[in-house]
């Protein structure tokens, strides 16, 4: 370190009864009014002004000053009188401004150009911000989503640092790494911090029979963060635009034009092609035996895996093809059931906006894209809305005109029979298991108890040992009383009923 470096001031027993929050926002705070108020100050005032400012860093971190001791020397060392033309050049960009000495009371900051060459202007690879990690993990059996938030997994400070030979005030960041739990823990988290809502009931009459048409339906929410929908969305565009350009097989992508209101959307299929009305060959609404499309996505894959592993389809109802509706403003479904050579249960995940999906035995077509049924249901971002029993056979749904652009995938298991012919199971989505609960119950049992609890449970078990000892003592013989309830008979059982027909 040159001779001319200041030394670190002690710290200041004035700061003392700060909290380190308060202390960090008026560090960050000052530091990027710092070229304001040095403004019209002298030299020695702005030098005062910054060693304030660096000294509420100091606070925080006594040890801020000797881990950057090493780069304030190379940026000396750079401003040497046959270099002090490139060290204008190079100055740091992304700080709030820099001051030098001569000036006319004026404090504009300096910026210069963008260099490749300067080193405070590249960042190294371990600290560059990932919104998404591999979205395979070549050594693990299970793919995952992987984020990597820069809020979540790093956090950064701000440290000043004056230059004593041109009287430079620097401002740069330090980003510190926070620890990050295992991916196997991580997942089991979020796993067991689902939104599951499966008690839906909407009674109509059904062949003189009243029946909660909406049984076996289920909505999970939580399954998708922000970031992996974000990964989604932009590989079901990047598809699209294969289909434009012919990348993709004929039937896989369809964008038929909007001869009216709501109809016309872009649709994506993978697995098998289904038509979804008779055809100009005439064949019925249903899977085409003889039609080929692309395989399912690797994504799409991944997507699958977690819904199995995730307790939202049973590992006996493993998606074998799946379809992708993007919607514009104003396009719609009408009122259908699902064709049956789609195996029960199914899904379908919503993206980018969210919407109503309307269910009802009788659904009723008001206009185009408009729907009236006794039963709509909100599917939130990140949401799987499940589809069973009741709620996939015998209520009719429908999703109204969108408000705004959305996208959902389907995801469907073929019955066996009615696969397309040279139909080849994908290998990687055979054996998945769903993921336990008894790591969550061993993790409960084998926690450590409260003190006070096991105080407690000492208390009562010596008090039950005393009671022992004197029933022992005394040889007294007590009848066990018979319980009320079995006197009283059956009059007394509640008697719980509702009469529908009524």
């Not at 030098?47 to 304030?52: E, H, I, V």
């Not at 906006?353 to 008001?366: M, Q, T």
């Not at 105080?455 to 319980?483: C, D, F, L, W």
């Not at 006197?487 to 529908?500: E, W």
Request: proline share 8%.
């Amino acid at each position: 370190m040159s001779d001319d470096q200041p030394e670190p001031r002690p710290r200041d027993p004035s700061l003392r009864n700060y909290k380190p929050s308060e202390l960090r926002i008026a560090s960050e705070f000052l530091s990027s009014w710092a070229p304001f108020l040095s403004r019209d100050l002298c030299q020695h005032c702005t030098q005062t002004l910054s060693d304030r400012i660096r000294s509420l860093d100091l606070e925080l971190d006594s040890h801020a000053e000797q881990e950057h001791s090493e780069e304030n020397s190379n940026i000396e060392n750079s401003n040497s009188p046959g270099m002090s033309e490139d060290h204008d050049d190079n100055c740091d960009n992304n700080s709030i401004g820099s001051w030098k000495d001569g000036w006319n009371g004026g404090s504009e900051p300096v910026v210069g150009p963008s260099t490749s060459s300067s080193p405070r202007l590249e960042t190294p690879p371990s600290q560059q911000k990932k919104s998404w990690a591999d979205m395979e993990e070549e050594e693990e059996e299970e793919d995952e989503f992987e984020e990597e938030e820069e809020d979540d997994s790093k956090t950064s400070k701000r440290v000043v640092d004056l230059n004593a030979a041109t009287g430079e005030l620097r401002i740069s960041k330090v980003v510190v790494e926070k620890p990050k739990l295992p991916r196997e823990q991580r997942e089991f988290i979020r796993f067991t911090n689902l939104q599951r809502k499966k008690d839906f009931i909407c009674l109509e009459r059904v062949k003189g029979k009243f029946v909660n048409i909406l049984d076996g339906l289920e909505l999970h929410t939580g399954v998708f963060s922000a970031v992996e929908q974000k990964r989604i969305v932009d590989h079901v565009y990047q598809l699209q635009e294969m289909g434009v350009k012919g990348e993709l097989k004929e039937r896989t992508y369809s964008a038929p034009s909007k001869w009216m209101k709501g109809k016309g959307r872009v649709t994506l299929q993978f697995g098998c092609c289904y038509n979804y009305a008779i055809d100009k060959n005439g064949n019925p609404p249903g899977i085409l035996p003889d039609e080929l499309v692309d395989p399912i996505p690797p994504l799409f894959k991944v997507i699958i895996r977690r819904l199995v592993r995730w307790h939202v389809l049973p590992p006996t109802c493993v998606p074998d093809s799946c379809i992708v509706n993007i919607y514009e403003e104003g396009d719609c479904i009408p009122p259908h059931i699902d064709n049956h050579d789609f195996m029960r249960p199914f899904c379908t995940v919503s993206f980018l906006s969210e919407c109503d999906i309307l269910f009802g035995s009788n659904l009723k077509i008001v206009g185009a894209g408009e729907f009236a049924g006794p039963y709509p249901i909100r599917l939130p971002l990140g949401s799987v809305l499940v589809l069973n029993g009741n709620g996939a056979d015998v209520a009719k749904h429908c999703v109204p005109a969108v408000p705004s652009k959305r996208i959902s995938i389907t995801f469907r298991r073929m019955d066996e029979s009615k696969r397309p012919t040279g139909f080849v199971p994908e290998p990687d989505l055979q054996g998945i298991q769903p993921l336990s609960y008894e790591e969550d119950k061993a993790q409960k049992l084998n926690a450590p108890k409260p003190e006070y609890h096991m105080k407690k449970q000492s208390v009562r078990r010596a008090v039950n040992m005393e009671a022992r000892g004197s029933a022992e003592r005394s040889y007294t013989h007590i009848e066990p009383r018979e319980p009320t309830w079995s006197r009283r008979g059956p009059a007394n059982r509640r008697r719980v009923g509702l009469n529908l027909s009524s």
